[in-house]
C-alpha cells in the first residue's frame, strides 16, 4: 500500500459509514469557485492536476483529529489559508499538510463554518507551527480559533475593527 492510500486509509476513520474510498475528483471538482462544499469524506486527485494528492472536506469538530492522524503519518503543517463564500453565509479553512523524504504527498482539509460565526477549534496544540497562520487567519478573514493561547492580531493594527480578506471589505 502506497502513501496515498494508507494516508487515505488513516483519514477515512474520521468518516465512519463511508464504505468505500471517494472516487478521483474531476479538475472541475478541484478548480471550480463553487460556493457549494464538496461532501464530508477523503477523495484522492491527481497531483499534476489539484497540486496535491488528497483532498480531506471535514466538519470543523473534525479538524483536530485529522491534525493528529496526519502528524503520526509524519506529516508537516505548510499553511492556513481562509476563503470567503458570502453568497453561501460560509467561510472556510483550507489546511495544507505536506510530507518530505521518501514518499512526498500533500493533502488539504477543507472545513465550512458559518460565515457569522466563523468557529473552529485550533490545531496548535498538534502542531505548534498553527500558531501564525491561525492568528493571521484570525486577522484577515475574523475566522476564530476556540483554545488559541494568544489569538490576536498580527499584522493589523490592535484596534482595526476591520477584515480586510473577507469579499464585502471596502477600504
Same mark, same amino acid.
Given at each position: %500500500?502506497?502513501?496515498? @492510500?494508507?494516508?487515505?486509509?488513516?483519514?477515512?476513520?474520521?468518516?465512519? *459509514?463511508? /464504505?468505500? =474510498? !471517494?472516487?478521483?475528483?474531476?479538475?472541475? +471538482?478541484?478548480?471550480?469557485?463553487? !460556493? +457549494? =462544499?464538496?461532501?464530508?469524506?477523503?477523495?484522492?486527485?491527481?497531483?499534476?492536476?489539484? *497540486?496535491?494528492?488528497?483532498?480531506?472536506?471535514?466538519?470543523?469538530?473534525?479538524?483536530?483529529?485529522?491534525?493528529?492522524?496526519?502528524?503520526?503519518?509524519?506529516?508537516?503543517? @505548510?499553511?492556513?489559508?481562509?476563503?470567503?463564500?458570502?453568497?453561501? *453565509?460560509? %467561510?472556510?479553512? &483550507?489546511?495544507?499538510?505536506?510530507?518530505?523524504?521518501?514518499?512526498?504527498?500533500?493533502?488539504?482539509?477543507?472545513?465550512?463554518?458559518?460565515?457569522?460565526?466563523?468557529?473552529?477549534? /485550533?490545531?496548535?496544540?498538534?502542531?505548534?507551527?498553527?500558531?501564525?497562520? +491561525?492568528?493571521?487567519?484570525?486577522?484577515?478573514?475574523?475566522?476564530?480559533? +476556540? *483554545?488559541?493561547?494568544?489569538?490576536?492580531?498580527?499584522? &493589523?493594527? @490592535?484596534?482595526?475593527?476591520?477584515?480586510?480578506?473577507?469579499?464585502?471589505?471596502?477600504?
Amino acid at each position: %500500500m502506497d502513501l496515498t @492510500e494508507t494516508t487515505r486509509a488513516a483519514l477515512a476513520a474520521l468518516f465512519p *459509514g463511508a /464504505t468505500a =474510498p !471517494a472516487a478521483p475528483a474531476t479538475e472541475d +471538482e478541484t478548480t471550480s469557485a463553487a !460556493a +457549494e =462544499p464538496a461532501p464530508l469524506g477523503v477523495s484522492v486527485l491527481d497531483p499534476a492536476r489539484a *497540486g496535491t494528492w488528497l483532498a480531506v472536506h471535514c466538519r470543523p469538530d473534525q479538524v483536530v483529529e485529522a491534525a493528529r492522524i496526519l502528524d503520526g503519518q509524519g506529516f508537516f503543517l @505548510e499553511s492556513i489559508a481562509g476563503v470567503d463564500w458570502p453568497d453561501s *453565509g460560509q %467561510m472556510e479553512v &483550507l489546511y495544507d499538510y505536506n510530507r518530505l523524504g521518501g514518499a512526498t504527498c500533500r493533502v488539504l482539509v477543507h472545513a465550512r463554518v458559518a460565515r457569522d460565526e466563523p468557529v473552529l477549534p /485550533t490545531i496548535s496544540s498538534v502542531f505548534p507551527a498553527a500558531d501564525w497562520h +491561525e492568528r493571521e487567519t484570525f486577522d484577515f478573514y475574523g475566522i476564530r480559533f +476556540e *483554545g488559541h493561547a494568544n489569538l490576536i492580531r498580527i499584522l &493589523l493594527p @490592535e484596534d482595526a475593527d476591520f477584515h480586510p480578506l473577507r469579499k464585502d471589505y471596502l477600504p
